[in-house]
């Protein structure tokens, strides 16, 4: 089955710095690269995604490149507000094979220092 | 409804009891996939139904656990003679499914506390 990995599990960052966040995965047949965020109590919710057929793909001030080859993607957060502190999810899957379920990583705890 | 709705938001259940988690999914959301989060963990996959057949229960740790979905809408989790380690917040996501490929939704979760 898929396997994924995430690092760094914490991460702090001084307002207006960028963050970085990267994910490995085992299963060369995924093809499907979501993260969410998910803050204290509250629910995971998608912050961007990618799919295989592109290598980036950017929103504001969130970004996420895939290298399908080294088989490893990676979310960045640029000018980094206090609302950013969160805990990041990566996930890998397959689309379009009926079955959509979510490989997730361990997740990183980011902290916006002010 | 609005979003994904699970109930009860949290449980406490003596150690040995029977449970059951509650999940009502986006209306016309035919994918519906049962997660368990441990903490300081990511969601870790339970089972998928696509309408009311259970597609893939590859992820049920054991056989005290079983879900259904009757009528491809609502699906309840039930877990048998709880332990101590099925403690977790068990999380709920619904898509379109049918290969439409799109973004899944979760809900807020069930926190299962086993004492």
């Known amino acids: 089955g898929e396997n994924v990995e995430q690092h760094p599990s914490t991460l702090s960052v001084q307002e207006g710095d960028s963050a970085v966040i990267k994910c490995t995965y085992s299963?060369?047949?995924?093809?499907?690269f979501p993260w969410y965020k998910q803050e204290l109590g509250k629910r995971p919710q998608l912050i961007i995604d990618?799919?295989?057929?592109?290598g980036e793909k950017k929103d504001q001030r969130i970004a996420v490149t895939l290298n399908k080859t080294a088989k490893h993607f990676s979310l960045h957060i640029t000018e980094t507000q206090p609302e950013d502190s969160a805990v990041y999810f990566c996930?890998?899957?397959?689309?379009?094979?009926?079955?959509?379920?979510?490989?997730f990583g361990t997740g990183t705890r980011l902290t916006i220092i002010p | 409804g609005a979003g994904v709705s699970q109930t009860p938001s949290n449980k406490v259940t003596e150690k040995g009891k029977y449970v059951e988690l509650r999940c009502d999914p986006i209306?016309?959301?035919?994918?519906l996939y049962w997660y368990r989060q441990s903490l300081g963990q990511g969601p870790e996959f339970l089972i998928y139904?696509?309408?009311?057949?259970?597609?893939?229960d590859s992820g049920l740790p054991n056989d005290r656990f079983f879900a259904v979905r009757p009528e491809g809408s609502v699906s309840t989790l039930k877990i048998q003679r709880t332990e101590r380690g099925d403690s977790a917040v068990y999380l709920c996501?619904?898509?379109?499914?049918?290969?439409?490929?799109?973004?899944?939704?979760f809900g807020q979760g069930t926190r299962l506390t086993v004492v």
């Open positions: 996501a619904s898509s379109l499914g049918q290969g439409k490929a799109t973004e899944a939704f």
């Open positions: 139904f696509q309408g009311t057949g259970a597609a893939d």
């Open positions: 990618i799919r295989s057929n592109v």
């Open positions: 209306s016309g959301h035919t994918a």
């Open positions: 996930a890998a899957g397959r689309l379009n094979f009926g079955n959509e379920k979510l490989t």
């Open positions: 299963d060369s047949a995924s093809n499907y």
